[in-house]
């Protein structure tokens, strides 16, 4: 199943119908601006890029896109553009050809997203378990019913740090971020381990 699949399923929540999140800035809703780009920080603060890049990138040690560079609005919008007609969906930026934003819409235009977001997966459920809350992020991935976890929890769960870089990062304020987070990363997370375990590359890479 094609990311732009799982994104339109999981439009009306997943318990069914439900008010969707307003967009951001006139692009896409809030939450998924917030389950993207949680994935994509984690992926390029865990190394993610240099990784990619064969461990060239700064001996292979990647650091967060600085807070309002627009790096990660640069990321989803080469993630999601042009894939499908979903409403509120960027296109790609245009004048993203420099900086961490433009390098990575490079990577991801030659079919690196599933592999970045993999890793930002890999990463999301690494956090989460050093944090003491394995057992949240093993029912997420898991076949059965997906742990609840509440906003201050999940804030301590991801990284306190991490949700303020990713606040400043897509624009949207902290306590909106994690009530789209609380509400939709369990159930994103669900839908990318359908077989109850942590996808592949070759796995992601069908993604997008």
């Known amino acids: 199943m094609g990311l732009m699949d799982i994104l339109n399923g ?3 929540g997943p318990r069914g119908a439900s008010q969707p999140s307003p967009a ?11 389950v993207l780009g949680l994935l994509a920080y984690k992926a390029v ?4 890029l240099g990784n990619l890049l064969g461990g ?8 967060p896109p600085p807070s309002g560079s627009g790096g990660i609005g640069d990321i989803l919008g080469s993630i999601l553009g042009g894939r499908g007609n979903m409403a509120g969906s960027p296109a790609p930026t245009s004048g993203a050809g ?8 490079g990577l991801l235009a030659g079919g690196a997203a599933g592999s970045l977001l993999n890793g930002g997966l890999r990463n999301l459920i690494g956090d989460m378990q050093q944090n003491g809350h394995g057992d949240a992020a093993q ?11 509440a906003p201050n929890d999940l804030a301590r769960a991801i990284g306190s740090e991490d949700i303020d870089q990713l606040s400043s990062q897509v624009g949207v304020p902290r306590d909106q971020l994690l009530s789209d987070l609380s509400h939709h990363l369990p ?3 669900n839908q990318l381990t359908p077989d109850g375990r942590m996808p592949s590359d070759s796995d992601a ?3 997008v």
């Open 45 to 48: 603060k865990g190394g993610g």
């Open 56 to 63: 060239n990138a700064q001996g292979g040690a990647t650091q």
């Open 139 to 149: 029912s997420w991935v898991g076949t059965g019913s997906n742990d609840a976890l």
């Open 24 to 34: 951001s800035g006139g692009g896409m809703p809030t939450w998924m601006m917030a």
């Open 187 to 189: 159930e994103f997370v």
């Open 98 to 105: 420099s900086g961490l934003g433009g390098l990575l819409g």
């Open 205 to 207: 890479s069908q993604w």
């Open 10 to 12: 999981m439009q009306n």
